[in-house]
């Protein structure tokens, strides 16, 4: 008899540990297919160190081949699903439409930049979701120190000098951190630029950084920031975005050449197009994260909307920490259809949090106890060692090396900055049709 055949959506953390329990719980009894725009898992925490030079962009890269050598991978992008026939439609890298049957289908799209109505930052805002994104802004970074090392003028220098994150979550916060000592790093090097100010400023409309924290990380955080001299503005954002600054919504203008959009995240659009019940982009799905009248689909990460059986009433919230878990839990609930094991709902409480600020700091709360300084930043990077699926050696050696060598500061040049535009429909490729 035919084998059935699993399709994954997606590779990120929800798509990627599922492809991988299923390797083990459906192999030999079933066709595991992932279609994704990459061939690659990418561990996107650790990006901002890809920004400040600290890693190289493939240690955040893990194989799909090497990794889940019984899963067929299929590169593209996928763009709407045929419920009723049981097709997923997809776009291979060369723009060819394709689609796939399935018999058991679990959708793991993940998310793409939130963007908000405000004037000209789809133009000149840069996002932060990718690889291209984080070799962008590492060598855009260098570009602008040694501009402001070229220039003559002082206007002009302390806009090449002026960097702006908006939002102060996980990810603004961290790039803000590691961007203003990269910088400095940089400005140090150069001796005309000896008394020159780098100036980073850290936006966010909450009334604090990672205000989806405990309030202790927050204020290690903000500390480490202002020390640093990162002017954390909370209650503020940008009102309009122009070719040489930015107004923000104090209607200060701030001259800079260097926008960085860390807002949020927004389920995939692909969602949208299902004609599926949703909850703010997110599809419905039961505490089983099947789609409800599809026993045959399910969905998790940042695509679903999953309950919180730890807090009745809520859906569970868009972190990898909860997307590894429910691919893992939507795999076994797909085996279980085939004999292995029993169905289970997905229950998972929160085992704290890591943000890594940068030198010797972080601030971290493993099993709900707070931490910061160096305990916390062995705590972090610990748990990212451990969290890796690949490339561990690799990260620890850079790491190594980033503590006893002089860092490299050279520009690759190999993105430019109309191959990141912030809207972008998806974090690894734009999409051509």
């Given at each position: 008899?035919?084998?059935?055949?699993?399709?994954?959506?997606?590779?990120?953390?929800?798509?990627?540990?599922?492809?991988?329990?299923?390797?083990?719980?459906?192999?030999?009894?079933?066709?595991?297919?992932?279609?994704?725009?990459?061939?690659?898992?990418?561990?996107?925490?650790?990006?901002?160190?890809?920004?400040?030079?600290?890693?190289?962009?493939?240690?955040?890269?893990?194989?799909?081949?090497?990794?889940?050598?019984?899963?067929?991978?299929?590169?593209?992008?996928?763009?709407?699903?045929?419920?009723?026939?049981?097709?997923?439609?997809?776009?291979?890298?060369?723009?060819?439409?394709?689609?796939?049957?399935?018999?058991?289908?679990?959708?793991?799209?993940?998310?793409?930049?939130?963007?908000?109505?405000?004037?000209?930052?789809?133009?000149?805002?840069?996002?932060?979701?990718?690889?291209?994104?984080?070799?962008?802004?590492?060598?855009?970074?260098?570009?602008?120190?040694e501009l402001a090392?070229?220039?003559?003028?002082?206007?002009?220098?302390?806009?090449?000098?002026?960097?702006?994150?908006?939002?102060?979550?996980?990810?603004?916060t961290e790039v803000?951190?590691?961007?203003?000592?990269?910088?400095?790093?940089?400005?140090?090097?150069?001796?005309?630029?000896?008394?020159?100010?780098?100036?980073?400023?850290?936006?966010?409309?909450?009334?604090?950084?990672?205000?989806?924290?405990?309030?202790?990380?927050?204020?290690?955080?903000?500390?480490?920031?202002?020390?640093?001299?990162?002017?954390?503005?909370?209650?503020?954002?940008?009102?309009?975005?122009?070719?040489?600054?930015?107004?923000?919504?104090?209607?200060?203008?701030?001259?800079?050449?260097?926008?960085?959009?860390?807002?949020?995240?927004?389920?995939?659009?692909?969602?949208?197009?299902?004609?599926?019940?949703?909850?703010?982009?997110?599809?419905?799905?039961?505490?089983?994260?099947?789609?409800?009248?599809?026993?045959?689909?399910?969905?998790?990460?940042?695509?679903?909307?999953?309950?919180?059986?730890?807090?009745?009433?809520?859906?569970?919230?868009?972190?990898?920490?909860?997307?590894?878990?429910?691919?893992?839990?939507?795999?076994?609930?797909?085996?279980?259809?085939?004999?292995?094991?029993?169905?289970?709902?997905?229950?998972?409480?929160?085992?704290?949090?890591?943000?890594?600020?940068g030198g010797t700091?972080?601030?971290?709360?493993?099993?709900?106890?707070?931490?910061?300084?160096?305990?916390?930043?062995?705590?972090?990077?610990?748990?990212?060692?451990?969290?890796?699926?690949?490339?561990?050696?690799?990260?620890?050696?850079?790491?190594?090396?980033?503590?006893?060598?002089?860092?490299?500061?050279?520009?690759?040049?190999?993105?430019?900055?109309?191959?990141?535009?912030?809207?972008?429909?998806?974090?690894?490729?734009?999409?051509?049709?």
């Amino acid at each position: 008899m035919k084998r059935p055949r699993i399709v994954i959506v997606g590779a990120g953390f929800a798509g990627y540990h599922a492809a991988r329990t299923l390797c083990r719980l459906a192999r030999g009894r079933a066709d595991i297919v992932v279609i994704n725009p990459t061939d690659y898992f990418l561990y996107v925490p650790l990006l901002p160190e890809v920004a400040a030079g600290i890693l190289e962009p493939r240690r955040l890269t893990v194989s799909l081949a090497d990794t889940l050598p019984d899963v067929r991978l299929v590169l593209g992008e996928v763009d709407g699903l045929d419920l009723e026939h049981r097709k997923v439609r997809y776009a291979d890298p060369v723009d060819r439409r394709e689609e796939i049957r399935y018999d058991r289908l679990i959708i793991a799209a993940g998310s793409v930049n939130k963007l908000l109505p405000i004037p000209g930052v789809t133009e000149y805002a840069h996002g932060f979701r990718g690889i291209p994104e984080a070799v962008f802004l590492r060598d855009h970074l260098t570009q602008q120190i040694e501009l402001a090392d070229a220039s003559d003028n002082p206007a002009e220098r302390n806009a090449l000098c002026t960097f702006v994150v908006v939002g102060a979550g996980y990810t603004g916060t961290e790039v803000a951190a590691h961007g203003v000592l990269y910088t400095e790093l940089l400005r140090k090097r150069r001796p005309r630029l000896r008394h020159q100010r780098m100036r980073w400023l850290l936006l966010d409309v909450a009334d604090r950084v990672l205000p989806e924290l405990d309030e202790r990380l927050s204020r290690t955080a903000d500390k480490v920031l202002r020390e640093r001299g990162v002017e954390v503005l909370m209650g503020t954002s940008v009102e309009e975005a122009m070719h040489d600054g930015v107004r923000l919504t104090d209607k200060s203008f701030v001259p800079t050449h260097s926008l960085v959009w860390c807002v949020g995240v927004r389920p995939d659009p692909m969602v949208d197009g299902l004609g599926l019940k949703t909850e703010k982009g997110r599809l419905l799905v039961d505490e089983y994260l099947n789609v409800p009248d599809h026993p045959e689909v399910f969905a998790c990460g940042d695509a679903a909307a999953v309950p919180d059986l730890t807090t009745p009433g809520e859906v569970t919230p868009m972190t990898a920490q909860h997307a590894e878990r429910q691919g893992k839990r939507a795999a076994k609930n797909v085996a279980a259809g085939f004999g292995t094991g029993e169905r289970q709902p997905y229950v998972h409480h929160d085992l704290g949090f890591v943000v890594d600020l940068g030198g010797t700091q972080a601030a971290a709360n493993p099993l709900h106890i707070p931490l910061a300084g160096l305990p916390a930043k062995a705590v972090t990077r610990g748990y990212h060692l451990l969290s890796m699926p690949g490339n561990r050696i690799r990260t620890a050696t850079d790491w190594l090396y980033d503590a006893v060598l002089r860092r490299q500061t050279t520009q690759l040049g190999v993105i430019p900055a109309a191959d990141v535009p912030l809207e972008t429909a998806s974090p690894e490729r734009t999409r051509k049709h």
